[in-house]
């Protein structure tokens, strides 16, 4: 079975653009989480998503949006991006039968 | 709001036993995570606990203790491809599914 995948594995904006990254959970799960990781530090949430309604949000800025899809697919968009906006930025789908949490490889963003 | 505490780094040697501790203070617990992470690399999961007690794994182990807000992953005859961070993460009562992340201890284990 396939697990988390996101795409872009790496991606590089300037200041001031927006980005959108992706993420398709575990097949049979519907809930999917986005947190932020700085280098050093443990991952941040940002959202979480479950039936493709919006269930949590983190202490992040209006530029950071999501939505779901009905596939259970998720987007991240970022907006008026800056330079802090680097991080690695991990999608993660929950299974709500054993509420164990499985993390998707990652989108290594950079801002220059 | 949530409070994880955990040391930052640990050093071991090869074969031998470490325990990496996590405390924590919460409004309402509702469940522990491990999680392994190598440099570069996304947190693959490595337990879950929400009753107190003793999870086996293999050469991976994880204690919960609620009442003490207390936690520890155990890893037995440590290999070098056990260097890695190890984070605690906390869920909550009514929080969904958010995770809240202690800042990871990174473990060096030496031959």
């Known amino acids: 079975d396939a697990g988390v995948t996101q795409s872009p594995t790496h991606l590089i904006k300037t200041r001031g653009q927006h980005v959108t990254l992706r993420c398709s959970p575990i097949?049979?799960?519907?809930?999917v989480s986005w947190y932020q990781q700085v280098l050093g530090q443990g991952p941040q949430f940002i959202f979480q998503y479950y039936e493709k309604e919006e269930r949590g949000r983190g202490n992040f800025p209006d530029r950071f949006s999501a939505r779901q899809f009905p596939n259970y697919s998720s987007e991240l968009n970022v907006n008026a991006l800056l330079l802090g906006d680097s991080a690695l930025y991990l999608c993660?789908?929950?299974?709500?039968?054993?509420?164990?949490?499985?993390f998707g490889p990652g989108t290594r963003l950079t801002v220059t | 709001g949530q409070n994880i505490d955990q040391p930052t780094e640990m050093t071991a040697t090869e074969g031998a036993i470490v325990q990496i501790n996590c405390t924590y203070q919460t409004s309402g617990f509702n469940g522990l995570f491990w999680y392994q992470q190598h440099a570069g690399e996304a947190p693959t999961f490595l337990s879950y606990n929400v009753l107190d007690g003793l999870e086996e794994k293999g050469r991976f182990s994880s204690f919960l203790s609620r009442s003490k807000g207390y936690s520890y992953l155990l890893l037995k005859e440590l290999q070098m491809k056990d260097s890695a961070s190890y984070l605690c993460?906390?869920?909550?009562?009514?929080?969904?599914?958010?995770?809240?992340f202690g800042g990871g201890t990174r473990l060096m284990v030496k031959p």
């Open positions: 993660a789908s929950t299974s709500l039968q054993t509420y164990e949490q499985y």
């Open positions: 993460a906390v869920r909550e009562n009514n929080a969904g599914n958010m995770l809240t």
């Open positions: 097949s049979g799960h519907k809930s």
